[in-house]
């Protein structure tokens, strides 16, 4: 195991991206934008000297570590001297990695800002080098004298749940020479992902079909993703079905990489000594396995909500069958509302209202300093995200407005994110100054949910209402149902190869076309070609027992913004205090600390009451009621 050197880099999250869509020429200059649209980077360094003299601190610093090496067991005071000297260290070099990521991403056609952060990048893997020695130390000495040590020496104090939260891997962290041997093989582990990877999004040959005014359409992700959303429905059955063309053709070689994949987890958890590769991978937050199995039993045991929705969209589309293509075009075709960012802004201040007077108060810091990058310019990353780095600095927001609706709800999500980094920076040293990936995704999705809540109570007319409680309830759909169902085909894939039954290609689109039925229901006809999609999900590949965390996530914003709105006072001081906590308590006892429980069924289930509410609400305007 590695020391988190990204630990405030860590905070880069929620990464939307999207391809920038008109020619680039067209687009405008970062210096026909005012300046208070634009991130005021000065903030960070006023000049690259200053940049230039913390890169050449932290070089020479890193160079002294190897002068620690035996010392860390001698005694408190020298224990102290490394831990401090290492983190005081990595500090300065996640603000100089702060600084270089963003201003690349302001103009990636600038090369000298991608030479500057390569540099930040390689200054990393000097000072991960130079302290390679310290965690096999720490691991080597027994816990009664890191008890000691940390009564003995009161500066210690402040680092005992990271020590702590280290030393948790001890149990399962080999010997230094079976740990490096591990590293070595690391490349052979990654090349089914990276197999996939090539495969999936570079050679995968997609076939050309014809479009709905007879024109010809190479399919790609891209379209795939757009003709689900759009009112043709024989288009929409068209580009799905040839989508996976390609995927059928070659099912036996994406099941062979799945498997690697697979087969890699399996063998990585025996060796650690975890009862199973998901344990393994829950373990390093600290999230009991039963946290995963609440989720898939709940939503199971509740599935006739998900049933619902069918049967609610097969009536309000007047179809005779609902497929799987069917599952995200709107039930209210036509309607447009555009929003300018000063009309968002004043949107989200009144929408977030409801969690009290300081979030009001860092919203208008984060407003009127500088910290958003709003509109798209020349050479400018696409998509949208939030950054923060817990050294010293504020958080700052990169966006490409367009006055979409969708621009206002991902303001929202990422004002969510800058204030969780916000307090937690404001409230917690660096080495707290993080957050799990489990709890990444609350606070953005707790502010999309306010923000929702206002725009269903302020909405105009019958459509706009329609509208915004049709995104919700895709949101659910999306988020919530089709996560939990990834994870529980992930679950079962890997239950079954440890009880030694490895799936072949047929097997594994039976068992996910089998699920797909079960979680949509008998308004459902699943498509042969459905079943497939285990081969076109990268999560499946690229990241372990993941995707879970994208459902209690929205579970827990679901509750904890609803406890907010009918609790006021107490449920802020609670949300409050999730915000501030950072990485000094574990991801499931902070959200039990703002009052969700995730281990529990309530959250899950209140997510589901408001999915029942809003369907209610959506056939009344439909006219469908029963």
């Given at each position: 195991m590695k020391m988190k050197l990204f630990a405030g880099v860590g905070l880069v999250c929620s990464i939307f991206m999207s391809s920038i869509n008109m020619d680039a020429q067209s687009l405008p200059k970062r210096s026909d934008i005012a300046d208070k649209y634009k991130w005021n980077l000065n903030d960070i360094y006023s000049n690259e000297d200053l940049w230039e003299k913390d890169y050449a601190k932290v070089l020479e610093t890193s160079k002294k570590f190897p002068q620690f090496k035996g010392t860390l067991s001698k005694s408190a005071k020298d224990f102290y001297k490394v831990v401090d000297a290492y983190y005081s260290n990595e500090k300065i070099a996640v603000r100089?990695?702060?600084?270089?990521?963003?201003?690349?991403?302001?103009?990636?056609?600038?090369?000298k800002y991608q030479g500057l952060f390569d540099r930040t990048q390689k200054l990393f893997s000097e000072v991960n080098a130079n302290a390679s020695f310290f965690l096999p130390e720490l691991m080597a000495i027994p816990d009664e004298t890191?008890?000691?040590?940390?009564?003995?020496e009161s500066k210690l104090k402040q680092y005992e749940h990271r020590i702590n939260e280290m030393r948790r891997m001890k149990k399962y962290t080999l010997s230094a020479d079976q740990e490096k041997m591990l590293a070595q093989l690391s490349p052979v582990f990654d090349i089914p992902e990276s197999t996939y990877g090539i495969l999936n999004d570079a050679e995968l040959p997609f076939p050309t079909v014809k479009g709905s005014k007879g024109e010809d359409v190479k399919i790609s992700h891209g379209r795939y993703r757009a003709a689900l959303f759009s009112e043709d429905r024989e288009y929409?059955?068209?580009?799905y079905k040839g989508t996976y063309e390609p995927y059928n053709a070659l099912k036996g070689t994406f099941a062979s990489l799945y498997n690697g994949r697979v087969k890699q987890r399996l063998a990585t958890a025996e060796i650690r000594g975890y009862k199973s590769a998901r344990e393994g991978y829950l373990y390093a937050d600290n999230?009991?396995?039963?946290?995963?199995?609440n989720l898939i039993k709940t939503t199971r045991d509740n599935i006739k909500i998900l049933h619902r929705w069918a049967n609610l969209k097969k009536r309000a589309l007047k179809l005779d069958e609902l497929h799987p293509y069917d599952t995200y075009t709107s039930l209210v075709p036509g309607f447009n509302k555009e929003y300018t960012f000063d009309e968002?802004?004043?949107?989200?201040?009144?929408?977030?209202?409801?969690?009290?007077?300081?979030?009001?108060?860092?919203?208008k810091k984060c407003f009127d300093n500088r910290w958003i990058d709003v509109y798209e310019t020349d050479g400018k990353r696409s998509g949208a995200y939030s950054n923060g780095c817990g050294c010293g600095v504020h958080p700052y927001i990169l966006l490409n407005w367009n006055n979409t609706m969708d621009d206002l709800f991902t303001l929202a999500h990422e004002l969510g994110h800058n204030m969780h980094s916000f307090f937690t920076e404001k409230t917690?040293?660096?080495?707290?100054?993080?957050?799990?990936?489990?709890?990444?995704e609350v606070a953005s999705?707790?502010?999309?949910?306010?923000?929702?809540?206002?725009?269903?109570?302020?909405?105009?007319?019958?459509?706009?209402?329609?509208?915004?409680?049709?995104?919700?309830?895709?949101?659910?759909?999306?988020?919530?149902?089709?996560?939990?169902?990834?994870?529980?085909?992930?679950?079962?894939?890997?239950?079954?190869?440890?009880?030694?039954?490895?799936?072949?290609?047929?097997?594994?689109t039976k068992l996910f076309g089998d699920m797909y039925q079960f979680y949509w229901g008998p308004d459902m006809v699943t498509d042969y070609e459905e079943g497939l999609s285990w081969a076109r999900i990268p999560h499946l590949y690229k990241y372990n027992f993941y995707v879970f965390q994208y459902s209690t996530g929205f579970a827990a914003a679901q509750a904890l913004s609803q406890q907010i709105i009918e609790e006021g006072k107490p449920a802020i001081k609670r949300y409050l205090g999730f915000l501030e906590s950072g990485s000094s308590v574990y991801p499931i006892d902070v959200l039990k600390?703002?009052?969700?429980?995730?281990?529990?069924?309530?959250?899950?289930?209140?997510?589901?009451?408001?999915?029942?509410?809003?369907?209610d609400e959506l056939e009344l305007l439909l006219g469908l009621k029963k």
């Open positions: 100089l990695f702060f600084y270089s990521s963003m201003i690349r991403d302001l103009d990636l056609n600038d090369g890191i008890k000691k040590f940390i009564a003995e929409r059955k068209t580009i999230i009991p396995v039963e946290v995963y199995d968002a802004k004043a949107i989200c201040l009144e929408a977030l209202k409801p969690l009290g007077e300081e979030y009001q108060e860092a919203l917690q040293p660096y080495h707290y100054a993080n957050y799990s990936t489990f709890v990444a999705t707790t502010n999309e949910a306010l923000l929702l809540d206002y725009l269903i109570k302020n909405a105009k007319n019958p459509a706009e209402k329609l509208s915004l409680i049709e995104k919700f309830l895709l949101n659910a759909q999306q988020t919530f149902f089709r996560q939990t169902r990834f994870a529980d085909f992930e679950m079962q894939t890997h239950d079954k190869a440890q009880k030694g039954e490895i799936l072949n290609a047929d097997q594994l600390k703002a009052g969700v429980d995730m281990s529990r069924p309530e959250p899950i289930n209140k997510t589901l009451d408001k999915m029942n509410k809003y369907m």
